[in-house]
């Protein structure tokens, strides 16, 4: 899950009560999980790989779903040679991926056997922390591919919030600080220099490496452009976007 767990809990006193029913426990009690999980910054809190460590059960659920469907849909059509892509976000350490890896890993391999079907799949990480970025060789050990997503690693990198920052880039424009969003465009002097950085440090480590970008910079020409530059196998975007990002990507 790369959303912070509070976003899944319910608001509303109708909603609360309705899950507490069917949880068969007290309102009071869910009222008190839904405020212990309440966050001040939830963008860098309980959120993403963090909340496998704390909670094994969400890692496994998700991984049984993912693994689940690929054998249901590999039964119905043998011709296809699915290979599903399992794929960690928010990591900034290379235990805290072998850690929830090792989840997923046993997980999948219980169902495949139990399955009877040979099917082969990856695990790999979002590079959105600014650490994963400079620990990239380490962190490439334990994966098989490498996203960047490159709208948590601008807002960490730059230090403000994407969902805050409009309230005063419009000044920033004005006084020609910066000269476009950076949440549109990738900003090559900064963010730029931590994706090469760990494309370099990751390739070397896992010449295996794959590697991609996921975030609105998908769609922008010029940040796919730059993506194609320093070497990134694929880009994924928004689906109003896929026409630009196909064309940059062919101009490239």
Excluded at 62 to 86: D, F, G, L, Y
Excluded at 154 to 161: D, R
């Amino acid at each position: 899950l790369d959303p912070p767990l509070h976003e899944f809990l319910p608001q509303e006193e109708e909603d609360i009560r309705k899950l507490a029913k069917e949880m068969i426990i007290p309102v009071e009690e869910l009222r008190l999980t839904i405020s212990v999980l309440h966050e001040f910054n939830p963008m860098m809190g309980h959120r993403g790989c963090r909340l496998a460590v704390t909670y094994p059960e969400i890692a496994r659920m998700q991984t049984q779903a993912v693994i689940e469907a690929a054998i249901n849909v590999q039964k119905a059509h043998p011709e296809w040679k699915m290979v599903p892509e399992i794929m960690i976000p928010l990591v900034g350490e290379r235990k805290e991926l072998a850690f929830v890896k090792a989840i997923v890993v046993k997980t999948a391999d219980e169902i495949i056997a139990r399955s009877g079907i040979e099917l082969k799949y990856e695990v790999g990480t979002m590079i959105e922390i600014p650490r994963a970025a400079l620990t990239a060789d380490e962190i490439a050990m334990e994966s098989d591919f490498f996203s960047f997503g490159t709208n948590d690693l601008t807002q960490m990198a730059f230090g403000f919030s994407r969902d805050d920052a409009g309230n005063f880039l419009d000044s920033y424009y004005e006084n020609k600080i910066y000269e476009s969003d950076p949440f549109e465009k990738i900003d090559i002097e900064g963010v730029g220099k931590l994706v090469e950085m760990a494309v370099k440090l990751g390739k070397t480590a896992n010449p295996s490496l794959h590697l991609g970008i996921c975030g609105e910079h998908g769609g922008d020409p010029a940040s796919v452009v730059f993506c194609h530059n320093v070497g990134l196998d694929y880009v994924s975007c928004s689906p109003f976007r896929v026409p630009i990002a196909r064309l940059a990507a062919a101009q490239a």
